[in-house]
T-cell receptor
């Protein structure tokens, strides 16, 4: 399976702390994306990093990608209670999958930020 | 744009009944995806369409499931007959693919929560 695997499955922190979530995958990728899902809602795209990029920033989000280790991390700095959600990584395979556009999702990390 | 619109938001039905879930993708998007989400299996890709043509339906569980996309603005996912194990949240997502970038960022609908008794 090409699915990404997020780690940890659950993370609980206080407001103001940083939250780090990891994603590992199995095959070569074209790009890797992170999505967020609030309870009872659909997934929302957060950030995309391409296979030739190593780091990317968007507001309080920082994503890194290590293709040699087939892993990525999502860092949320100065977390807020409103960041409480599930976070998923999704990969687009570098082979024919990139042409097909198929996204493989992991099981997600449940982040809880306490006020 | 109102985003990806799914209906119904909630459906409760009895085993053996036919269920039809509907999706209106974002105008101008050329790819449409149906996912199923459960606690046990996470987010599974059931089928996806590119320019209204089914490209990959390898995730469709069995013959009880079928999906159609008669035009660029509408898709249905049908389960007939439904079973309790089909209980899940079904998501539709759309994207605009092109230029060979392989980026394929998805916009998800709010989901249809199906309960089969």
């Amino acid at each position: 399976s090409q699915q990404g695997e997020e780690d940890p499955q659950a993370l609980s922190i206080q407001e103001g702390e940083n939250a780090t979530m990891n994603c590992s995958y199995k095959t070569s990728i074209n790009n890797l994306q992170w999505y967020r899902q609030n309870s009872g809602r659909g997934l929302v795209h957060l950030i995309l990093i391409r296979s030739n990029e190593r780091e990317k920033h968007s507001g309080r989000l920082r994503v890194t990608l290590d293709t040699s280790k087939k892993s990525s991390s999502l860092l949320i700095t100065a977390s807020r209670a409103a960041d409480t959600a599930s976070y998923f990584c999704a990969t687009v395979a570098a082979d024919r999958g990139s042409t097909l556009g198929r996204l493989y999702f992991g099981r997600g990390t449940q982040l809880t930020v306490w006020p | 744009d109102a985003g990806v619109i799914q209906s119904p938001r909630h459906e409760v039905t009895e085993m053996g009944q036919e269920v039809t879930l509907r999706c209106k993708p974002i105008s101008g998007h050329n790819s449409l995806f149906w996912y199923r989400q459960t606690m046990m299996r996470g987010l599974e890709l059931l089928i996806y369409f590119n320019n209204n043509v089914p490209i990959d339906d390898s995730g469709m569980p069995e013959d009880r499931f079928s999906a159609k996309m008669p035009n660029a603005s509408f898709s249905t996912l049908k389960i007939q007959p439904s079973e309790p194990r089909d209980s899940a949240v079904y998501f539709c997502a759309s994207s605009l693919r092109g230029g060979g970038t392989g980026a394929n960022v998805l916009t998800f609908g709010a989901g249809s929560r199906l309960t089969v008794l």
